[in-house]
């Protein structure tokens, strides 16, 4: 499975944005997609998960602010990030997971600064 993000950038304080995740290739089911941040010398972590058929799992720090949607038709999963904070600026990443494989994009820079 190949993943293509997009989405990030830099935006303010208080804003928003949406990253999206595209997957290609044979796409076996269950499985898991998700988005997971890095900051430079820090460990990957987990920001929030869905699987196939709806369960989503989020990190403390962005409950109440983020929300992963998944379209299983198209293979695409989205993030949308509200009332976004500067410790919230990271290279963001996204996940795919099975039985069979685990893929990571490419990775997408947020940047939350005035």
């Known amino acids: 499975v190949q993943l293509q993000a997009s989405g990030g950038g830099l935006v303010q304080p208080g804003g928003s944005l949406r990253l999206s995740c595209a997957a290609s290739g044979i796409i076996s089911r269950p499985n898991v997609m998700g988005w997971y941040r890095q900051v430079p010398g820090k460990q990957r972590d987990l920001v929030a998960v869905?699987?196939?058929?709806?369960?989503?799992s989020y990190a403390d720090s962005v409950k109440g602010r983020f929300t992963i949607s998944r379209d299983n038709a198209k293979n695409t999963m989205y993030l949308q990030m509200s009332s976004l904070k500067p410790e919230d600026t990271a290279v963001y990443y996204c996940?795919?997971?099975?039985?069979?494989?685990?893929?990571w994009g490419q990775g997408t820079q947020v940047t939350v600064s005035s």
């Open positions: 869905e699987t196939t058929d709806g369960a989503t």
């Open positions: 996940y795919f997971g099975s039985r069979l494989e685990t893929s």
